[in-house]
């Protein structure tokens, strides 16, 4: 017994873990080329372009856990920045009295009611079947009863959101402080994503990928089209701070108390995640991902957990798109971009490492340094070629340069994430998997 005992000791014991050698040179040269940055373009931008990339760490975070520990490739992530966003609109811009002040509020409540009674009773009809209604004929009356219902509901509402625009305008903000409306947009975020994941998660990761691309275009319309709500295309603008704003404290200061506010966010989440990873369910989140039928042939939940990582991820997402929202002081629907808020989130993830936190933040800052920085020094070698062309072959200059630099940017990412799938493709700092024995 005290001999199995030992042998069972031994297996569980990890080997050694190595000197990081490869994470120190990566981050000194990322810090190195953000000092450089702060020489050349000044403590003011720069500092912004570190909020801006913390938040983007935080969505990227997001992602990683989605893929990197559950293997779900959730191309959507627009969407749920979107909601992260709306939140940070909704609960932190001061109350529109116009809205509030009259009767619209009770009107408008009245059709929400009747929207969620109509729910209910669509719902109940998908269930007759169970008071012996034949399938089939169930089918027909829930989706009869769920046309005739919407056709109603969707008639008052319009009647209430066309008074609303008229006379307010739109409905306006909470005018509570800027961090409720992260928290709010991630469980928004977070519900959204419970409820996409009861309907996509069984698909196969490629049409998990199609669905869930088309449901962030659909958020995308819905948050564009409700002017009663968003404002749609004319924009919110400002959003408060959770910080003294620029005009209080001057823009590199306020700049950088925003900054220390998003890295503590990011420490904090980088702890949970790395004590969940490394705890029993974190190796079952690994377990279902590397091998599903094993895992359930062990008695596990695949579904549930499954589902669990998913609306974690979606969490991160909105809180991350609440925090970005507000730094720039603007909700504009219309600029939620799949380029820029779900496929520089992947590049990043590609980057840094699926799976790996620490990686994940190092991707997400070297990409959006990259992202950001490609644009000027695109349009400073093209105007020294021009220069050159000039002078020595008497060359006309185009007149576009500055369309042309911003174009580069799309370019370089493409190169870059080239390089990275051929060179590195488990990403720079890939995940560790401890190997036991």
Same mark, same amino acid.
């Given at each position: 017994m005290n001999a199995q005992r030992t042998e069972r000791r031994e297996d569980t014991v990890a080997e050694?873990?190595?000197?990081?050698?490869?994470?120190?040179?990566?981050?000194?040269?990322?810090?190195?080329?953000?000092?450089?940055?702060?020489?050349?373009?000044?403590?003011?931008?720069?500092?912004?372009?570190?909020?801006?990339?913390?938040?983007?760490?935080?969505?990227?975070?997001?992602?990683?856990?989605?893929?990197?520990?559950?293997?779900?490739?959730? #191309?959507? =992530?627009?969407?749920? &920045?979107?909601?992260?966003?709306?939140?940070? !609109? +909704?609960? /932190? @811009?001061?109350?529109?009295?116009?809205?509030?002040?009259?009767?619209?509020?009770?009107?408008?409540?009245?059709v929400l009611l009747y929207g969620a009674a109509a729910a209910v009773l669509v719902y109940g009809a998908t269930k007759l079947d169970r008071i012996g209604v034949p399938k089939k004929l169930?089918?027909?009356? #829930?989706? =009869?009863?769920?046309? &005739?219902?919407?056709?109603?509901?969707?008639? !008052? +509402?319009? /009647? @209430?959101?066309?008074?609303?625009?008229?006379?307010?305008?739109?409905?306006g903000g909470f005018g509570l402080p800027a961090w409720t409306g992260w928290i709010f947009g991630g469980a928004l975020a977070g519900a959204v994503g419970y409820f996409i994941g009861h309907i996509c998660l069984g698909l196969r990761s490629d049409y998990l990928a199609i669905a869930t691309l088309g449901i962030a275009e659909i958020i995308k319309a819905f948050l564009k089209n409700s002017d009663w709500l968003t404002r749609g295309t004319a924009t919110v603008s400002p959003l408060p701070w959770p910080t003294p704003g620029p005009s209080e404290l001057g823009f590199t200061l306020a700049r950088a108390l925003y900054l220390s506010v998003t890295a503590v966010m990011i420490a904090v989440i980088f702890f949970l995640l790395h004590r969940a990873y490394h705890a029993p369910w974190g190796r079952m989140i690994r377990a279902i991902r590397d091998n599903e039928i094993s895992?359930?042939?062990?008695?596990?939940?695949?579904?549930?957990?499954?589902?669990?990582?998913?609306?974690?991820?979606?969490?991160?997402?909105?809180?991350?798109?609440?925090?970005?929202?507000?730094?720039?002081?603007?909700?504009?629907?219309?600029g939620y971009l799949p380029l820029n808020h779900t496929f520089l989130v992947l590049v990043m993830?590609?980057?840094?490492?699926?799976?790996?936190?620490?990686?994940?933040?190092?991707?997400?800052?070297?990409?959006?340094?990259?992202?950001?920085?490609?644009?000027?020094?695109?349009l400073f070698l093209m105007q020294g070629a021009v220069s050159i062309g000039e002078g020595w072959f008497g060359w006309q200059p185009p007149g576009n340069l500055d369309s042309r630099a911003l174009q580069a940017r799309v370019f370089v990412i493409g190169l870059l994430i080239t390089l990275v799938l051929r060179f590195a493709p488990n990403g720079l700092l890939p995940e560790k998997v401890k190997h036991h024995g």
């Open positions: 050694p873990s190595r000197f990081p050698l490869r994470e120190i040179i990566l981050f000194g040269a990322l810090l190195a080329v953000i000092l450089g940055i702060y020489m050349v373009m000044g403590t003011a931008y720069s500092t912004r372009m570190l909020v801006e990339a913390s938040c983007y760490a935080i969505l990227a975070l997001g992602l990683t856990i989605q893929w990197g520990y559950a293997g779900q490739f959730n #191309a959507g =992530v627009m969407g749920f &920045v979107a909601l992260g966003g709306f939140s940070a !609109m +909704l609960f /932190s @811009v001061p109350v529109n009295n116009a809205f509030w002040g009259t009767e619209l509020p009770g009107e408008l409540g009245r169930r089918t027909v009356i #829930a989706i =009869v009863l769920a046309v &005739v219902l919407y056709l109603v509901v969707i008639s !008052m +509402l319009r /009647s @209430v959101t066309g008074e609303i625009q008229s006379r307010a305008g739109f409905i895992a359930s042939a062990m008695g596990k939940d695949i579904n549930r957990r499954r589902l669990e990582i998913f609306v974690l991820g979606c969490i991160l997402m909105g809180i991350g798109g609440g925090a970005l929202a507000s730094f720039n002081s603007l909700f504009d629907p219309n993830v590609i980057l840094g490492g699926p799976g790996n936190n620490l990686g994940t933040i190092f991707g997400a800052v070297a990409v959006y340094i990259i992202w950001l920085m490609s644009e000027p020094l695109a």
